[in-house]
């Protein structure tokens, strides 16, 4: 697994693209390429729901374990303490060994700390292969149930034809008001705070 992880990263373009499986959505950054790389193995294997699960349950860990999210971000660690930590945590997890190979790999060449944003972008990425339609719903305060039907009824329009449509709702009042909605890979900024920052960036411009 760490093979092909290595040879999915290499530096010449045509090589990694001749060895991928592309992913059935387009994914970002630095913990997209390890997601994808990761999805290409897992599909090549026939292992991607043994790994989704993992993963999964890496991140209930992550997110409970005070201890192990310290590590996991802790940038003063050598990357070979890391490695070492990592796969024996992997080992008393249960994991596959393509998962704790995996993770060693993020250990090894020090992206660790992505570890969080890398399960999110991978599990993007399982939606998709599946046939699902995430869409996240966040507003400055909880939603009615009415007018929570009201957007899944909405939003249940823009999904293929057989696709399975799942929305969640989330609050953060930071936004303002308005909404902010995350379909797949993408989103639409409505919020009352988008606004105000856009008018901010007029004004002070022309000044």
Do not use: W
């Not at 790389?37 to 090549?44: N, W």
């Not at 034809?161 to 993408?186: C, E, F, M, N, R």
């Amino acid at each position: 697994m760490a093979q092909i992880m290595k040879r999915g990263f290499a530096t010449s373009a045509a090589l990694a693209k001749a060895q991928l499986v592309k992913t059935p959505i387009q994914v970002h950054g630095v913990e997209g390429r390890y997601a994808a790389a990761l999805y290409s193995a897992g599909h090549k294997q026939n292992k991607l729901d043994q790994i989704s699960t993992d993963l999964n349950n890496v991140r209930a860990v992550y997110k409970d374990n005070k201890k192990f999210q310290e590590f996991v971000l802790d940038p003063t660690l050598k990357a070979l303490k890391k490695k070492t930590t990592i796969e024996a945590v992997s080992t008393k997890l249960g994991l596959s060994k393509e998962t704790g190979n995996f993770l060693g790999l993020l250990a090894e060449n020090g992206r660790l700390n992505k570890l969080e944003s890398v399960v999110a972008s991978f599990e993007s990425i399982m939606r998709a292969h599946r046939g699902e339609l995430f869409v996240q719903v966040t507003s400055a305060e909880e939603l009615s149930s009415s007018n929570q039907k009201a957007l899944s009824d909405a939003l249940s329009k823009i999904g293929k034809s057989g696709q399975k449509l799942t929305v969640t709702y989330a609050v953060k009042p930071s936004i303002l008001g308005g909404l902010v909605v995350t379909i797949g890979d993408k989103y639409v900024d409505l919020s009352i705070a988008s606004r105000v920052k856009k008018y901010k960036d007029a004004l002070s411009t022309a000044i």
